[in-house]
Structure formats: C-alpha cells, structure tokens
C-alpha cells in the first residue's frame, strides 16, 4: 500500500490485521502521516486478526508520523506478536517538537515475537521505545536488531522494558543517539521466568539526560529470571550514572567512554557474575560502588583517580584471594 508524497490526516487507528501488508511512503521527508485522535489510540496497529496468531512480514517504511495534538496517550506503532517485521525510514515527531500527549505517550512499542528489524529510525516522543509483554507467547523479542536510531525522550526512559519480558539475540548497533530524557536503558523485571541472553549495545552515545540521577543502563533482575551475555560496546556516558546491574551472567563492557566526574559509573553486587572491561576510561572523580565481588585483575588506573581500571574483571566467586588495583 502506497503513500505518495503529501500530508495524510488520520483520527482513528489504522489496524493492520493480515499477513505480508507493507505500508511504504515517497520518505520520511515526502509523506507526512497526521495523527490526531479523540482518544487513547495507536496510530498503526499491527495485529493479527486471528486469535493467539502471529502476524508475518508487516513493513511501514519512508513516512513521517506527526502526532497533531498534545491531549490524548497516543502510540505512532504498535506491533504485536509479528515476524518478519520491517520499520526503516521512519521519523515520529509531533506538535511542538515531540509526539506526546495524555500519560506519556510512545513512538514504538513492540509486544513480541522474533526477526525485527528496525532501520534508520527518528523517534522524538515522551517515551521512544517500549518493550512490552507478547500476548500470545513467552517470546517477548528474539532475533531483532535496532540499527541506527535517533531518539529524543522527554521526562521518561529511551528504551522502556517491562517487567516479565524475555530477550534474546537482541542488537542494537549502526549508530545509536540518545538526548534527553533520563535512563537510556531502564529495565526492572520482578516476574520473568525464563533467562535472557546475548543482549548487545554498540555505538551508542548519551548526550544532555535531563536528570543526572537517572542511569545510561538500569538493569535490575534480582527478583527475577538472569541475563547472560551482555555486552557493552563504544558507549558514551554523559552526565548520567553509569551502569546498574543485578543478576547478570558474563558482562563485558568494552572501549567506553565514562564522562561525568561527579557520578557512579558501575554499581554491581554479589548477584553479578563475572564481569569484564576493557580499555575503557573513567573520568577523574567518578566513583564506584562494587560489593561482593573479588577482582581478578585490574590495568593501572588511568586517569589515577577514576572510578575504575581501563580493563579489570571481577567475578562473585570467593574462592581465591582478591588482587588489589596496580
């Protein structure tokens, strides 16, 4: 289905209920999609029309989503329980200057399942992403990759995690943009049972949080189901704290660049096993707060007073004598 160049006005949802529906645009800067409902409303609603089915190869590509008013929640995309799912040149903006409204409204939200692509994406809105629960199944986001992303959050996190959601083989790489808003990545779970695992975050850089309290990564699953194999990479820290984690497996944080002097940048205890980084750098003055943990070996400090080594790797373990730093 194709929108040519111009400017849609929409005020009610669009439902997209059947297999293999690709909503294609002239581009994100020629076909401009104005949403402006009279209530709680996603704007395109990807669903299957079947029962607890899963809805294959949906696509909406090359437009401008403009949410036109500022009263009601509103979500730019809703996917539920899809595969095969394309969004790529899309940018979600709205009166004045985000799309917004009610209690926070959402650019993307994703309810499940596996092999999402999302590409070259412009979200401006309250809340940019959120993950949420599958109705269907367990699978919450499997095989999907976020591949240069530009967001703006206003007041609320970039990316929004739900508690129970299971992740595995999830990417987010290309490059990745974050300005304002307060956690980059925030993440309390309290009910999942199964694990999540291989989680990557490449090139990602923070700029201008809104609260300097708020944390880059808050991954908090100590009430619930671990995380395996996370892995950190190329991250620009900004004013914002660092890293929190509880109930990790394996956790590498690799040529990271902590910039705040005055904040935390790694907050782990004994419920995090083995974790690794290499050749980063921690501003003079940041801090660390690091408990039940043994540390295996550590690089000199550099700059001496930096929270942490450039490289180091700690472990929960207690079955050897701790090293302290060179």
């Known amino acids: 289905i194709g929108f040519p160049t111009g400017d849609y006005l929409v005020t009610s949802q669009i439902l997209v209920s059947r297999d293999g529906v690709k909503l ?32 294959v190869q949906g696509e909406i590509s090359g437009v401008r989503l403009f949410g036109g ?62 993950i949420s629960l599958n109705p269907n199944n367990n699978i919450t986001l499997d095989h999907t990759n976020f591949n240069n992303i530009y967001n703006i959050a206003s007041g ?92 990790a497996f394996s956790t590498a944080i690799n040529q990271s660049f902590f910039f705040s002097s005055t904040n935390v940048a790694l907050d782990i205890d004994s419920t995090v096993q083995e974790i690794e980084a290499r050749d980063c750098f921690w501003q003079t003055g940041s801090t660390a707060n690091i408990s039940g943990q043994r540390l295996v070996y550590a690089t000199p400090k550099f700059p001496s007073t930096g929270a942490l080594p450039p490289s180091f790797r700690y472990t929960n373990s207690a079955n050897s004598v701790s090293l302290p730093f060179a």
């Open 156 to 247: 609320n996190p970039h990316w929004l995690i739900d508690t129970g959601c299971e992740l595995s083989n999830v990417t987010w790489d290309g490059y990745q943009s974050w300005v304002a808003g307060t956690h980059g990545v925030y993440w309390v779970d309290t009910t999942s049972t199964g694990i999540s695992y291989n989680i990557s975050f490449k090139n990602v850089r923070l700029e201008n949080g809104s609260d300097v309290n708020s944390w880059a990564f808050y991954i908090d699953k100590s009430t619930a189901a671990s995380i395996y194999l996370l892995q950190l990479e190329n991250i620009f820290f900004d004013a914002r704290k660092g890293v929190y984690l509880r109930n």
């Open 69 to 130: 008013e500022t009263t009601h929640t509103k979500t730019a995309i809703d996917a539920v329980d899809v595969n095969l799912f394309l969004v790529e040149d899309v940018a979600i903006i709205g009166t004045g200057g985000r799309w917004r409204g009610g209690s926070n409204s959402v650019g993307v939200r994703t309810r499940g399942r596996d092999y999402l692509t999302f590409r070259n994406v412009s979200n401006v809105a309250d809340i940019p992403w959120r």
């Open 24 to 55: 294609r645009g002239a581009g994100s800067r020629a076909t401009q999609i104005t949403f402006t409902p009279t209530g709680t409303a996603s704007l395109f609603k990807f669903q299957h029309a079947t029962a607890a089915t899963q809805l």
